[in-house]
T-cell receptor
Framework: QKEVEQNSGPLSVPEGAIASLNCTYS??????FFWYRQYSGKSPELIMS????GDKEDGRFTAQLNKASQYVSLLIRDSQPSDSATYLC?????????FGTGTSLTVIP | DAGVIQSPRHEVTEMGQEVTLRCKPI?????LFWYRQTMMRGLELLIY????????DSGMPEDRFSAKMPNASFSTLKIQPSEPRDSAVYFC?????????FGPGTRLTVL
């Protein structure tokens, strides 16, 4: 079982809709979680970090963490074509970072 | 800040040749990470350093791979000899606490 798992997608949503990206992790000792956006041919870019249960909002992005269920999600409100990218979920467990394989999101104009 | 700097951005080499990838972390960051990304395996952590000391190299695939960090502002990842299956994008990332910032990557092609 991989440490961090994501649905590879592709996920397609119409412009203006809410995109919901999900991630599960296997180690209950994981303490910090991150969402990275990666455009094709570019490097991962940190967009959200979350450390405690609940929601964290930053502009159009909301990260949600549920440690009891061991899942992390990212909601993108008012999706724009520029949000089309691969979204990587990462978990910090001890001193180790584990990345999921990413979910490809396409926002259709 | 210039961000994490990597060189070269692209490298094409022949099987058996030595390849050296270079990274300059963000000034003030005390942790440096080397990753490899492929379509098949995603993003894999190869090794990371804290205060220039290698902490975990369990992700280094084989003895053909080696990494050094002689000072706080420079690190190298060397592959000797290179093989076609080493073809990938290699990222360097740095952090000052737990949030990592990635460099632009080096796209390596081994023919």
């Amino acid at each position: 079982q991989k440490e961090v798992e994501q649905n590879s997608g592709p996920l397609s949503v119409p412009e203006g809709a809410i995109a919901s990206l999900n991630c599960t992790y296997s180690d209950r000792g994981s303490q910090s979680f991150f969402w990275y956006r990666q455009y094709s041919g570019k490097s991962p870019e940190l967009i959200m970090s979350i450390y405690s249960n609940g929601d964290k909002e930053d502009g159009r992005f909301t990260a949600q963490l549920n440690k009891a269920s061991q899942y992390v999600s990212l909601l993108i409100r008012d999706s724009q074509p520029s949000d089309s990218a691969t979204y990587l979920c990462a978990a910090l467990t001890g001193n180790q970072f584990y990345f999921g394989t990413g979910t490809s999101l396409t926002v259709i104009p | 800040d210039a961000g994490v700097i990597q060189s070269p951005r692209h490298e094409v080499t022949e099987m058996g040749q030595e390849v050296t990838l270079r990274c300059k972390p963000i000034s003030g960051h005390n942790s440096l990470f080397w990753y490899r990304q492929t379509m098949m395996r995603g993003l894999e952590l190869l090794i990371y350093f804290n205060n220039n000391v290698p902490i975990d190299d369990s992700g280094m695939p084989e003895d053909r791979f080696s990494a050094k960090m002689p000072n706080a502002s420079f690190s190298t990842l060397k592959i000797q000899p290179s093989e076609p299956r080493d073809s990938a994008v290699y990222f360097c990332a740095s952090s000052s606490d737990i949030e990592q910032f990635f460099g632009p990557g080096t796209r390596l092609t081994v023919l």
